[in-house]
């Protein structure tokens, strides 16, 4: 079973530049989201979806823009990158109807640095 | 202890031993609740969840209870492993139609050996 699968693994990025991380589950869940992880901080969330077309933002959504074409995808792309969106970024997913628990799956992971 | 809000860096235990993490939350109208582990480079891992309607609940060799009357929230994890080393998070949803989960900070468990 993949999961939840996230791409890249490592990121470096100059200041202003912008990249896409990507995230895929196979699960057929509805419900999928980001998160950033800083040290100290734990999880806090950027943006989610309901489902496909639907997006909305989570606690730290500047600088942030999602989409949801498919169920399966949920790419979190940075257009101009800084200094303080260096992270760890993860994707999470869970089902949303006729789920008897709300428990996220999450991706192993994104390390971004941005310099 | 850990807060939703409040960061409880470090916990170390003989391995053999139990091990106690504790979490505190603010909010009186969450009603579901997660407890996380997270191994170095990995992303976090699901260990047991409970509802406000209980106070306690058992898994393989963890147990979650729940105090609602003072907002508390412990994981506990019996003969403790050196493969139980890992940061440990707990999560909760509030009732409404939001229901996304908010995470503590986490703290870091060190099996001794």
């Known amino acids: 079973n993949a999961g939840v699968t996230q791409t890249p693994k490592f990121q470096v990025l100059k200041t202003g530049q912008s990249m896409t991380l990507q995230c895929a589950q196979d699960?057929?869940?509805?419900?999928m989201s980001w998160y950033r992880q800083d040290p100290g901080m734990g999880l806090r969330l950027i943006h989610y979806s309901v489902g496909a077309g639907i997006t909305d933002q989570g606690e730290v959504p500047n600088g942030y823009n999602v989409s949801r074409s498919t169920t399966e995808d949920f790419p979190l792309r940075l257009l101009s990158a800084a200094p303080s969106q260096t992270s760890v970024y993860f994707c999470a997913s869970r089902p949303l109807n006729g789920a008897t628990n709300e428990k996220l799956f999450f991706g192993s992971g994104t390390q971004l640095s941005v310099l | 202890g850990e807060s939703v809000g409040l960061h409880l860096p470090t916990l170390s235990v003989q391995e053999g031993d139990n091990s106690i993490i504790n979490c505190a939350y603010s909010?009186?109208?969450?009603?579901?609740f997660i407890w996380y582990k997270q191994e170095s480079g990995k992303g976090p891992q699901f260990i047991i969840d409970i509802r406000s309607n209980m106070d306690k609940r058992q898994g393989q060799r963890v147990t979650v209870l729940l105090n609602k009357t003072v907002k508390h929230l412990s994981l506990q994890i019996a003969a403790t492993q050196p493969g139980d080393s890992a940061v440990y998070f707990c999560?909760?949803?509030?009732?409404?139609?939001?229901?996304?989960?908010?995470f503590g900070s986490g703290t870091q468990l060190t099996v001794l050996p």
């Open positions: 999560a909760e949803l509030i009732s409404g139609s939001a229901r996304q989960l908010t």
């Open positions: 699960m057929n869940h509805e419900y």
């Open positions: 909010n009186s109208a969450s009603d579901y």
